[in-house]
Structure formats: C-alpha cells, structure tokens
C-alpha cells in the first residue's frame, strides 16, 4: 500500500504542476487541489503508521512483563474469537479501567477486549487511550 501510494503521490503531484502551468483558473484550481489531496493522504498514511507502532511498542512491552490476558477463548472455525466469550470477559477489563485509569496497562487490556468482541472502533480509541496515558508518565 505505501508503495502505491507513493507511485499515486508522483503521479498526482507531477500533474498538478502540469495543470498549475496551464494557466487557467480552473486548471490551477484542479492543480492546487492535486497537490493538496496527495499531502493529505501522505499525512494521515504517516499518522497511521505512528499509531501502529506505539500501539505495538505498549504490546510488546505488556507481553515482556507478562501482563497480556490469560484468558483462553474458545475460537470459531475460522479461527476468531467467539463473541459470546469476548463479551463474558469484557467487564472484567471495563471494571479494570474504571479502577484505575491512569494505568495504560488497564487500557490496553480494555482495547483487546474491545477487539476480541469485534468492536474495532472502541478498541482504536482504547488504545490511542492507552498511548496517551502512558506518554503523560503513568504509573510503570
């Protein structure tokens, strides 16, 4: 994907020159906005890439200290976790953070839990949660 997007950011930029150099109104107008919309997309590609790898540095660290869930759910055939045994465990986690938020690893838990019950929206949101609090200088 970055490598398309990178052939996509030539591309694009090449011929927004091209459209600017017309001389029109509307062909700068073009032009501007395929200069604009490649920068925008590099820009939340780079965000992305950001998020992935505190969210795997939090991971790996909470794995090194043994602090991962040990909890073995039963899998669908093809190999996801029930959601019906996500959901059992869930509150667990939730009770977890409501106890102590200031601990990044309570959110982190929380954001597994939110993934294994397939809701990637709060999972996302957990995590970033969870990078903030351990940026501000939480309890280790």
Not at 13 to 25: E, N, S
Not at 27 to 49: C, F, K, N, R, S
Not at 91 to 101: F, G, L, N, Q, S
């Amino acid at each position: 994907m970055a490598a398309l997007l990178a052939l996509y950011l030539v591309f694009a930029l090449r011929y927004g020159l091209v459209l600017i150099g017309v001389g029109q109104p509307v062909a700068i107008g073009l032009g501007i906005g395929m200069l604009i919309l490649p920068l925008l997309a590099l820009g939340l590609t780079a965000a992305e890439v950001v998020f992935a790898v505190r969210a795997e540095a939090l991971g790996r660290r909470l794995e090194k200290e043994g602090g991962l869930p040990a909890e073995q759910l039963p899998l669908t055939a093809s190999g996801r976790i029930e959601r019906s045994a996500a959901d059992e465990v869930f509150p667990v986690y939730k009770a977890a953070v409501e106890a102590d938020p200031e601990n990044w690893r309570t959110w982190y838990r929380l954001a597994l839990a939110y993934d294994a019950a397939g809701d990637r929206r709060r999972a996302r949101w957990a995590t970033r949660t969870a990078i903030r609090v351990s940026r501000e200088g939480a309890p280790d």
